[in-house]
């Protein structure tokens, strides 16, 4: 460093300790805007379930079946097992995922739409929702339309809900070691959070049983027709074991209710809130006023150097 250099940085240290007094006044106001942000922002509370993904194939296995009856068995839409575990997981993870089982929650469950598009705040102590007026009447449970020159408003579409369920409320993720997966809802109600991600597992295991049972209905009316038609002992033999196959599918479906997804640890109602993290934005604020401080205080001392 040359002693021009040295001089230029002591310039520089001595004009912002001089103004001592711009710096407070930023810190002042930063951390008034800083602090009144955080208090404002609303809290969010996350609700999280760990899910086993549960194999509907039973013990059973065709997989060492092959040619006519392999293709058989695929015609009759038959699973005949075989490699490429954690599919049960990944098709858990696709249906929370997918659009029209988000529209069939939203069809089935009237409260859902409102709750999560129209929610102004959540009061402790009557546990309950307030929404905002502006957007729906809660007495009536109808959604109101407005417009006007600064803003307006009218009832949020299935897309529109659909888009806010995946970017902002709904996270699902799956361990590649263990195979589980992990569920989350952040929602202003804990309540709401844990109701909703409860409403998400029983629909994907009702949803999951009932195309079971109607699949293997329809592959049990064409194995038996085969069955009737062949004379074929061998084949016969295989096509009662597919059958077998199906007969067990259709128990585990209609004795279990975790048909697809078992559950390990439940939907809980958070006690802590998941964000703000106040303190977090009051330093980010204060760190933001000291260095317009000095932004301000180089430029303005610049500007009448200049002069």
Request: hydrophobic share 40%; aromatic share 8%; net charge neutral.
């Amino acid at each position: 460093m040359n002693t021009e250099e040295t001089i230029d940085i002591k310039n520089v240290l001595d004009t912002v300790i001089s103004r001592k007094k711009t710096i407070f006044v930023f810190l002042l106001l930063s951390s008034i805007v800083s602090v009144a942000t955080a208090l404002t922002l609303p809290n969010f509370y996350k609700s999280e379930a760990l899910l086993e993904a549960v194999s509907s194939n039973g013990t059973g296995s065709s997989s060492g079946l092959g040619g006519d009856l392999g293709s058989l068995a695929s015609m009759a839409g038959v699973d005949l097992g075989g490699p490429g575990g954690g599919k049960e997981a990944e098709l858990a993870i696709a249906i929370t995922q997918s659009r029209d089982f988000f529209n069939s929650i939203l069809r089935e469950y009237d409260f859902v739409l409102p709750s999560l598009m129209a929610v102004e705040s959540y009061d402790n102590n009557s546990k309950a929702l307030n929404y905002d007026e502006k957007k729906y009447d809660n007495s009536n449970s109808e959604w109101k339309e407005y417009s006007s020159f600064m803003s307006s408003f009218k009832k949020p579409s299935n897309d529109e809900a659909y888009r806010h369920f995946v970017n902002k409320v709904f996270k699902v993720s799956k361990n590649n070691k263990t195979g589980y997966l992990r569920m989350t809802v952040e929602h202003k109600s804990p309540v709401f959070a844990k109701d909703l991600l409860e409403i998400i597992i029983e629909e994907v295991n009702q949803k999951s049983r009932q195309k079971a049972l109607e699949d293997s209905s329809r592959s049990l009316v064409f194995l038996r027709e085969e069955a009737s038609l062949n004379r074929v002992n061998l084949i016969n033999e295989s096509i009662s074991n597919l059958i077998q196959n199906q007969l067990q599918t259709q128990m585990m479906a209609k004795v279990h209710e975790d048909y697809l997804l078992k559950v390990i640890d439940s939907p809980y109602i958070p006690e802590k809130k998941s964000k703000p993290q106040r303190a977090i934005i009051c330093i980010v604020g204060l760190l933001a006023g000291f260095f317009l401080s000095l932004i301000y205080i180089l430029i303005t001392s610049y500007a009448k150097r200049e002069k």
